[in-house]
């Protein structure tokens, strides 16, 4: 910070009067393929690669737009975007890519509709597994070559599901996913190229699982209980988790019904995270319903239930910004995220008003934000 810069010759000098001046904000959970189609869009045999990138395309290019600069892709078929973003070909944040999901038959991976049947005893690859959504690998040998498989095409992590989950038709919330060992070999995989492995969880044994495991960093979370969290501060592994709702307009009864013990344990989670000085990121984790991309700004306000306006400031810059430094040198793009500093990549929201005052204003993109910039380039300019 300076009392008062003059402009160079052929640079413009901005009054930051009565404004406040942001890092990129981050959101480390998102998916931009399957948060792009619905459920139904991306089973339909019809699907083609064209329809992909234009949906999940123009997403991309609307969450930039919202302030997010940096996102981690939690899963799904992502590198083609990804590369015609950083080409310059498509506008859209840059994307820590996890690739497929990797899980179990009977995971939460494993999308095959009633009419598709095992690979493994009929020789049938999914219509998912297909468009890499995801890799269904039983056993270490599977494992281990699914976790390749991914980092081959330039993953910068590893996401395998550890237990049930609520979006899925059949794994129940409760069930533990995956033996020790192949969880191990997922670990061990990801290790061999200095990254990490992220795990989908809710349960303390699933969790308790995971990190004897290795895994260093929990996605959800919400059932977890003083012990395991306890376990999670002891070995420095990240809690990434979501602030959800109970429903959504186009959600299925099903969805609604095993999300109420998350919607329940979320409410204990948040503030016992952060009593215990967990290293704790955000996201939002959206899937199959694409009108709720454009709320991702509003949860951040619901994030106030637990944290001041300056914490959550922090949460959704700096603290997802640490997170993706662990991806070490499969990171693809290297440097400092999430902070206004010499050296850190020139993300730089200028924002009408004062968000630590007003955390609304981060809710209000369209207005709200003046000046959008991601690596030194203008975005979005409402100030000329």
Not at 231 to 243: A, D, I
Not at 319 to 333: A, D
């Amino acid at each position: 910070m300076a009392p008062r810069l003059a402009a160079e010759s052929g640079e413009r000098l901005i009054d930051g009067s009565g404004k406040t001046l942001l890092p990129g904000l981050i959101d480390v959970h998102v998916h931009l393929t399957f948060g792009a189609l619905s459920m139904k869009e991306m089973l339909s045999p019809m699907l083609s690669q064209g329809v992909i990138m234009e949906k999940v395309g123009g997403g991309a290019a609307s969450m930039l737009l919202r302030g997010f600069t940096s996102v981690r892709d939690a899963g799904g078929p992502i590198f083609p975007l990804k590369a015609q973003i950083d080409a310059g070909a498509l506008a859209g944040p840059r994307i820590w890519p996890s690739g497929a999901t990797i899980s179990q038959t009977a995971g939460h991976g494993d999308f095959r509709s009633p009419d598709e049947r095992s690979r493994k005893f009929f020789g049938e690859v999914s219509r998912a597994e297909r468009m890499q959504a995801t890799f269904i690998a039983d056993g270490r040998p599977e494992v281990l070559t699914a976790v390749r498989e991914n980092l081959r095409f330039g993953a910068s992590q590893i996401k395998l599901m550890a237990g049930g989950g609520t979006s899925s038709a059949y794994d129940p919330v409760d069930v533990t996913q995956y033996t020790l060992d192949e969880m191990q070999a997922a670990v061990e995989a990801a290790e061999d190229w200095g990254t990490y492995v992220m795990v989908h969880a809710y349960t303390p044994r699933a969790v308790q699982k995971a990190i004897r495991a290795g895994v260093k960093c929990i996605e959800h979370g919400q059932i977890l209980d003083k012990k395991t969290l306890r376990m999670m501060k002891r070995k420095g592994v990240w809690l990434s988790t979501q602030n959800l709702v109970e429903s959504t307009p186009d959600m299925d009864p099903l969805r609604v019904e095993k999300r109420k013990p998350v919607i329940e344990g979320q409410e204990k989670l948040w503030p016992l995270a952060k009593k215990m000085n967990l290293k704790i990121a955000w996201g939002t984790d959206f899937l199959f319903e694409p009108e709720l991309n454009t709320q991702q700004n509003a949860y951040i306000l619901r994030l106030q239930r637990w944290f001041t306006n300056a914490e959550v400031l922090q949460l959704i810059t700096y603290n997802n910004g640490q997170l993706l430094q662990l991806s070490g040198k499969r990171s693809p793009y290297p440097g400092l995220l999430g902070v206004v500093e010499e050296g850190a990549f020139a993300d730089l929201i200028v924002v009408d008003g004062n968000p630590v005052e007003d955390l609304a204003l981060i809710a209000a993109p369209e207005t709200r934000f003046l000046l959008i910039m991601k690596d030194g380039q203008v975005v979005k300019d409402l100030l000329q």
